[in-house]
Each structure stands twice: as C-alpha cells, then as structure tokens.
C-alpha cells in the first residue's frame, strides 16, 4: 500500500512516518505534504492508495483535498486534534478518523480497515456532507452514511423510524426504504444521534421521536409506532421517555 501524509505539522508528520515505518508491514510512504495545494499535488504525483489527512491546515481544510478529486483510487483516514464538530462529520459521513496523539495500533488497524474500505461509493455526497457539517456545527445532520459489506447507503434521518442492535451490528428501519444492516454497535449510534430527535428506550432500541404515535403502559410500557411497530421502553427510561413525550408537545 502506498501512503501519502498530509499535515501542516512537520513533527506530526515525522511521528506518523515511523510508526508506520514500525508498525505497518508492506506499506510505502510516497510523499509528505503539509498544506491544501501541495496535497492535491503530491497526490496527482503520486496516485497513492491512501491518504493520511489532516483537517486544519493554514491554505485550507482538509475537506477541499478531497473536494479536488471527483472519483479517486484512494482511501483516506483522517488524522485530528480533538475538534468536536469535524468528528462529528466524519462520523456522519461514515469515514475513518484517527485522534492525535496517534496511537501506533490504532494506526496500524486503520491501514489494515482502508484496504478494503469502500471508499468510491457515494463519494461526492460523503464529502459535501461532511464539509457542510464541518462549516456548519450548529445545525442538525439530515443525512447518515451507513457502510455495509456490500454498498455505502446515504439515508435521510428524518427517514429513520428506529435503531435496533444485534450483538456488533445495527438494524436500521425506515419509512421508505429497506432493512439496512451495519456493523457497528447501537451505542455509536445512539451518540451520533441523539441530537437528532432519537431517544435510547431501551439497551436494544433507539428510536425516533417524531415517528412515536404513543405510549402504552401495559406489557411493561411500549413506545408504538406510527408504522404500528411496538418498541419496549425499559423501566429506567420510562419516566425520561414520557418527558421527552411532553416536550413534544
């Protein structure tokens, strides 16, 4: 695999470029660049296969090097300081981030995880949306990028009726479109979208609010649906649940 890194930080690239070095077997660094326009160069140079970027750099966001390429051959992991916004889009858009200071196996796991990332499929979308969020923290998400084995799905939120969890994986229910399945855990959901009118009913269950028809109280108390699907609502979120009910109101 061949590695270009992008960062503004000439130590945090030397850092990057001996673990890698240690840590990651058949790999080649290509190039280092550390601002906007001599990434987008050193990448047409180069063609790599993976891009290690930064976010803030002085000529530019880390967004509009990705913004340069319509259709690229390469995968990126994004490489930040603690920005809470800018991982919230990242997160959104359903791509990889690592935190600095990096850790050396976690590196390394994201080498491993961009080799068979499917980075081309909804591209264009993945990164207007996640340069809009980056822009723009204030305002709620509208649309979730869901990366399965097979397809990279954009999806409405407001779309979303409910989360399910299954062990490692993530059922997702829409109004208008199929099951789509993924394979991360509710909780990394739960986080992303709890600003976004979702309520966490249960240890198995997170749900859209502005798809709740009611709440019954029999059966141990069930948040139904306005598609009619019953969700159980478990006894320690009962009483935050129905207040979330009122501030709906």
């Known amino acids: 695999m061949r590695i270009v ?7 945090a690239c030397s850092a990057l470029q001996n673990m890698i070095k240690f840590y990651c ?79 050396p196996d976690e590196l390394a796991d994201a080498v491993t995880r961009a080799e068979t990332n499917l980075m081309q499929r909804n591209y264009e979308s993945r990164v207007q949306m996640m340069a809009e969020a980056a822009c723009n923290p204030a305002p709620p998400m509208r649309r979730l990028v869901l990366n399965t084995a097979e397809s990279v799905y954009v999806a409405w939120i407001d779309d979303i009726v409910r989360c399910e969890a299954d062990q490692n994986y993530t059922h997702f229910y829409f109004g208008s479109r199929d099951k789509i399945t993924v394979s991360r855990t509710l909780k990394d959901f ?21 798809w709740v028809d009611r709440y019954d109280k029999g059966c141990g108390g069930m948040a ?14 009962r009483e935050m649940f129905i207040d979330a009910l009122r501030r709906l109101i």
């Open 25 to 103: 077997r058949e790999v080649e660094i290509v190039g280092m660049a550390h601002g906007v326009t001599d990434g987008i160069a050193l990448i047409k140079e180069t063609s790599p296969d993976l891009v290690l970027l930064d976010i803030q750099m002085p000529d530019g966001l880390g967004f509009d090097v990705l913004k340069a390429f319509k259709l690229p051959e390469f995968r990126v992991v994004f490489v930040t300081a603690y920005e809470q916004y800018a991982i919230r889009a990242i997160r959104f858009a359903a791509f990889d981030y690592l935190l600095k200071p990096v850790n």
């Open 224 to 237: 139904v649906l306005k598609n009619k699907v019953k969700v159980p609502v478990s006894t320690r979120k």
């Open 5 to 11: 890194i992008i960062d503004d930080e000439i130590q």
């Open 190 to 210: 739960d986080e992303m979208l709890a600003g976004c009118g979702f309520f966490r009913v249960h240890q198995s269950h997170l749900i859209n609010m502005a």
